[in-house]
């Protein structure tokens, strides 16, 4: 233990006490800790969350808070975690694929109600009570699923991953479209007249049927729901089906994964 109260050695957060070290009761809890960090974030950004702000927001000094959380990192953990306790779980429905479906409609309304999250989305940031929970109830849920439990888990990693990268799109075009100087309709509007006049040309006759009957992303823009529930249920549509590796794909374990100048 170095003088700061911080371990000298690798430790998970979950591990330690409350507080290390003796003495009075504890002012303070990892539960207030880590809501004031996701409050922090949810107004400001992933980046405005420091331990001085986070300390600063519970009475507390900035040195005096690592006896509660060692480092920046066992910080994001306890957000994660905290975010995802909102979770309110139904029994499986003996349907694989619709309850992994509505758990995905479940974590993109948390990503948008948290925009910081998609970020912190790692292994590393997965292992406290709620989010232990969750993978549990994934796996009740995958039970029909005739695999392994490692392939399960692949999947739930799977979706998860399309999810988040759906909602950063998201948050990133709300974001573009704050930011302009004009209106978003207006914006839209001249490039859908640009891209109308490059596909006049004829050069690009494939692409020109296929956005035949409508411009796709005023479409995706009407309805993100609907694409949502496309993207997701096409990605659990082709689990449970046989794996299949292109001829001449095939790989061994002396040259898997591959390097960059595979």
């Known amino acids: 233990m170095t003088p700061s109260g911080r371990s000298a050695e690798p430790e998970v957060i979950w591990a330690r006490p409350q507080r290390a070290g003796r003495g009075p009761r504890p002012a303070h809890s990892r539960d207030s800790i880590a809501a004031e960090a996701v409050r922090i974030a949810d107004a400001e ?13 519970i009475g507390a000094g900035t040195m005096s808070l690592y006896n509660y959380v060692p480092r ?38 948390l990503m948008h109600r948290h925009p910081w999250l998609p970020r912190l989305l790692s292994p590393v940031y997965g292992f406290g009570p709620n989010a232990l929970r969750y993978l549990e109830h994934c796996l009740a849920c995958l039970a029909p699923l005739g695999v392994p439990g490692g392939e399960k888990l692949e999947l739930v990693a799977a979706v998860n991953g399309s999810v988040a990268t ?6 990133a075009l709300a974001e573009r479209a704050r930011s302009l100087p004009w209106s978003e309709a207006a ?43 496309r993207s997701v249920s096409r990605l659990l549509g082709a689990w449970g089906q046989p794996a299949h590796t292109p001829k001449g794909l095939g790989h061994s374990s002396a040259n898997w994964p591959p390097g960059p100048s595979s």
């Open 45 to 57: 950004g992933i980046e405005a969350v420091s331990m001085r702000r986070v300390a600063t927001g």
């Open 72 to 109: 920046k990192e066992d910080l994001y953990e306890l957000m994660v975690d905290a975010v995802s306790g909102e979770y309110e779980f139904t029994p499986p429905s003996g349907d694989w694929r619709a309850d992994l479906l509505a758990l995905a409609h479940r974590t993109r309304e």
């Open 166 to 171: 759906f909602v950063a799109a998201e948050l």
């Open 187 to 229: 914006e839209q509007g001249v490039r859908t007249a640009w891209l109308g006049s490059r596909l006049a040309t004829g050069e690009y006759p494939l692409l020109a049927a296929a956005l035949t009957g409508g411009h796709p992303v005023a479409e995706a823009e009407a309805d993100m729901d609907a694409v949502f529930d």
